[in-house]
Each structure stands twice: as C-alpha cells, then as structure tokens.
C-alpha cells in the first residue's frame, strides 16, 4: 500500500523524504479513521520533534494534488484526510450529531440521479453526499 503511494511521488518527480512517509504512515495506521492535519501532526512529531505543522499542511495539499489522499469538509472549519480509493467515486459518510462520529456509508443510490440527469443532456463528474443525524448508539437519547 504504502509502497504505490511512494511510487505515485516518485513518478511525479516528488522525493519520498522521510517526513512525507512518516506522514502517509500515521495515516495508514490510523486506517478507517478520518484524521485532521493535527492529528497526524500529533503523531508524526513523536518520531519527528522538529516537523512543523505547516509541513504536514503542505505534505497533505501535495498528496490530495496527487489523488493519494482526500479531503473532506465536515463543516468543523478543519478538513479530515483518508487515503482514495482505487475504483474511483468517493464513498459518502454520516455524521452523528450526538458522538460526532464519521461513518463511511457504502450504499450509493446516485447513479440512478446521474443516469436520469445525463439522459437529459448533462454531464455529471460526481457527487457529494453527506447524512447527518443519530447513530445507532446515541439515537435513543435523542429520540423520544
Ligand atoms: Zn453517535
Ligand atoms: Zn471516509
Ligand atoms: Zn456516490
């Protein structure tokens, strides 16, 4: 995994300098979890007390340009980083406004929307999805 990400760097003329593989190593690590640039920050200065945020900042703008990472917005004011997937289209996520948890959600209804759309004429690159409510654990608080 880690491996072809390196390779897309070197491809792209960019060194695999030992802070940016650190960096894609604490997201690795982390898989499954979508982590902010602090949170890899956090981890990556324990092996690397002299890297700046900012780094990690531009590492991350450099591997989303690269389509090793993507970036997504769930109205904190901070953006989340996870590696893409290899098929393509993003998956969509649910917020729990109760625990604040992410959850990836894999069910996709869209292209039904896309294919009516396009039948009209449009073209549509992709799509955006994001749920919000309760999950399962914190729905019972918070319905009556
Ligand atoms: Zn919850
Ligand atoms: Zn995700
Ligand atoms: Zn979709």
Redesign the pocket.
């Known amino acids: 995994m880690l491996d072809s990400y390196c390779k897309v760097l070197n491809k792209n003329r960019f060194k695999v300098t030992r802070q940016r593989k650190a960096i894609l190593e604490a997201m690795e690590k982390a898989h499954g979890v979508h982590l902010t640039a602090d949170d890899i920050y956090m981890d990556v200065k324990q092996n690397f007390p002299e890297i700046g945020i900012s780094t990690v900042y531009r590492t991350l703008e450099l591997l989303a340009r690269l389509n090793i990472v993507h970036k997504t917005s769930f109205d904190e004011g901070k953006f989340r980083y996870e590696f893409c997937e290899d098929e393509g289209h993003y998956h969509h996520h649910f917020v729990?406004n109760?625990?604040g948890?992410i959850i990836e959600v894999e069910e996709d209804f869209l292209h039904h929307l896309e294919s009516a759309l396009e039948e009209r004429g449009f073209i549509i690159t992709d799509h955006k999805v994001q749920l919000y409510g309760?999950?399962p654990?914190?729905r019972d608080r918070h319905t009556e």
């Open positions: 729990c109760g625990c948890s309760y999950c654990e914190c």
